[in-house]
């Protein structure tokens, strides 16, 4: 549980990429989370709701991409994916697996009320 | 209506101080674990363990990592081997700055080994990159033979698993052949080792197999 550190992460990041002007403008925040990172999207809204108040960046919505575990089998090479936890082929049961999608936590996208 | 692309991670802070931990670790010829677990698997036991094991064989530091109190370093303080205590004032798992910073203040002169023991908790450690050579996840026996199912992320990041207090089996309702089937369906490549800081079983193979991972 560590999601209002996370949080600042975001805004950060956000701060970063943005000058003065366009801080007051933001409409969302676009961040892709995938089922492998185990994080809370409520608890992530929420604390972003949070840290913004009273901010630059008041009033901007934080969007949540989620990105399910994508494997691929290194046996007969069938791609699966889930949106629950899938560590093994769906087609030949095989868990010599590799993991294509599912470990990313992107903030992707700003979108700008301009 | 405009649209900015920023495609920057989030944990970008964190994963570029544990990069250059783990170029701190190569350039010193010192190989690194981040032991991982619920709180009470017995972390600081095979800490204290591993020491007295391995202490004749090759030099040994350690990072602790506790929410509150420095117990755990007055214990391997106690067994005379460089320590320094992490004390994260509620936050749920070590990030690499936290490992850089407690580098400062380590006597790290010929060591060989280094093992970060992580705050006791199976979610939030499986996240951050400390920069270490490889997360080492320990259950015990009387946690139940479910526990990989319940924390998958945790077991598919870790290099090793150690089932800690064997000695315990013939009391629990944990068959740990189901303990090791259902941590393989997760990750494959996973190293185990049963061990139990009671009666010692199982340390001497865990040491030897450090042994074979330090840096030449």
Redesign the interface.
């Known amino acids: 549980m560590h999601e209002l550190s996370i949080a600042q992460n975001i805004i950060e990041i956000v701060n970063d990429n943005l000058n003065d002007h366009q801080k007051n403008i933001v409409k969302s925040v676009r961040v892709k989370v995938g089922k492998l990172t185990n994080i809370l999207p409520d608890s992530l809204v929420f604390s972003f709701e949070a840290l913004v108040k009273d901010t630059d960046l008041d009033g901007a919505v934080l969007e949540i991409e989620h990105l399910p575990i994508k494997i691929k089998c290194a046996e007969c090479g069938a791609v699966s994916t889930s949106d629950d936890f899938l560590f093994s082929c769906e087609k030949c049961g095989g868990n010599q697996i590799k993991i294509l999608s599912g470990n990313e936590f992107l903030v992707s996208e700003i979108e700008l009320n301009d | 209506?405009?649209?900015?692309?920023?495609?920057?991670?989030?944990?970008?802070?964190n994963e570029v101080i544990a990069q250059s931990n783990r170029e701190f670790f190569k350039s010193h010829n010192i190989f690194s674990i981040n032991l991982v677990s619920s709180p009470g698997s017995g972390k600081t036991s095979i800490v204290e363990k591993t020491i007295a094991t391995c202490q004749n064989k090759f030099k040994i530091a350690v990072i602790e990592g506790d929410v509150q109190t420095d117990l755990d370093a007055r214990r391997v303080d106690a067994l005379s081997v460089p320590v320094v205590q992490i004390v994260t004032n509620g936050?749920?798992?070590l990030e690499a700055p936290l490992v850089r910073d407690s580098l400062q203040s380590l006597d790290l002169n010929e060591v060989e080994l280094l093992i970060i023991e992580n705050v006791g908790n199976l979610?939030?450690p499986?996240?951050y990159d400390l920069g270490e050579d490889m997360k080492v996840v320990i259950v015990s026996t009387t946690e139940g033979d479910d526990k990989p199912l319940k924390y998958?992320?945790m077991f598919?990041n870790a290099s090793v698993l150690i089932i800690n207090k064997i000695d315990l089996l013939p009391y629990l309702n944990c068959s740990v052949e189901e303990l090791e089937k259902n941590a393989?369906?997760?990750?494959?490549q996973l190293k185990i080792f049963r061990t139990s800081c009671t009666t010692s079983e199982g340390m001497d193979s865990w040491c030897n197999w450090l042994k074979s991972q330090l840096r030449k």
Request: aromatic share 0%; hydrophobic share 45%.
């Open positions: 209506m405009s649209v900015l692309t920023v495609e920057r991670k989030v944990l970008e802070k936050a749920c798992h979610v939030c499986a996240g998958p992320a598919r393989l369906s997760i990750n494959p």
